[in-house]
């Protein structure tokens, strides 16, 4: 089974500065997705960005970037210029590609991290 | 755009009692999924569905059922309730396929007393 760690239970920042959030994950698969998510105090759960395994180039959305590295199972995320409303919980989530390693159909689940509480100081 | 919609939103139950959580995926989204999220704590899959059919099961414990309906909604049955099973419980759906995204309601608040 996969497992996803987020090692920083915190993290803060200044805003207008930059900051990066940790995870690491295991698996046997040479296919999958990872994602970040952000959870507001509203509790809905927003997708920041996807990275997919076979393609090497790092995703980047806006301020937000990602460093994955494939070889070591890290993949953190770097936000830049934080901003106010970036203060949120921050889960890294792994998913299987179509086919697992049986051969079997996955149908997509998601594993999540713990989460990053991230708070941003004015 | 039509989002995912889950009701009722706040749900308020004394120990033992049942509890229905319906939810509405996006149109033509062919798999859905729950998860629960306890106080503190990150998302746990539950159940999902591809049409209509249950396609993956995680730790979802046995007084909980769901089923996916022939419109494509779906419901998650939780009996005998426990003070333990108050969380937030989200429906998410997708179109399967490798690059397709799952997105997210806004979640059920469990309250158990």
């Known amino acids: 089974a996969q497992t996803v760690t987020q090692s920083q239970p915190e993290m803060s920042v200044q805003e207008a500065e930059t900051v990066t959030l940790s995870c690491t994950y295991d698996?046997?698969?040479?296919?999958?997705?990872l994602f970040w998510y952000k959870q507001p105090p509203s509790r809905q759960m927003i997708l920041v960005i996807r990275q997919e395994a076979y393609k090497q180039q790092n995703a980047t959305e806006n301020r937000f970037s990602v460093n994955f590295q494939k070889a070591a199972k890290s993949f953190s995320l770097k936000i830049s210029d934080s901003q106010l409303g970036d203060a949120a919980m921050y889960f890294c989530?792994?998913?299987?590609?179509?086919?697992?390693?049986?051969?079997?159909?996955?149908?997509?689940?998601?594993?999540f991290g713990q989460g990053t509480i991230l708070t941003v100081h004015p | 755009a039509a989002g995912v919609i889950q009701s009722p939103r706040h749900l308020i139950k004394e120990k033992r009692e049942t509890a229905t959580l319906k939810c509405y995926p996006i149109?033509?989204?062919?798999?859905v999924y729950w998860y629960q999220q306890g106080p503190g704590q990150d998302p746990q899959f539950l159940i999902s569905f591809y049409e209509k059919m249950q396609s993956d099961k995680g730790s979802i414990p046995d007084r909980f059922s769901a089923q996916q309906f022939s419109d494509y909604h779906s419901e998650l049955n939780m009996s005998s309730l426990e003070l333990g099973d108050s969380a937030l419980y989200f429906c998410?759906?997708?179109?399967?396929?490798?690059?397709?995204?799952?997105?997210f309601g806004p979640g059920t608040r469990l309250t158990v007393l």
């Open positions: 149109p033509r989204h062919d798999t």
């Open positions: 989530a792994y998913r299987s590609s179509t086919y697992d390693n049986a051969g079997g159909t996955s149908y997509g689940k998601l594993t």
């Open positions: 698996t046997s698969e040479s296919d999958y997705y």
């Open positions: 998410a759906s997708r179109l399967l396929g490798g690059h397709n995204e799952q997105f």
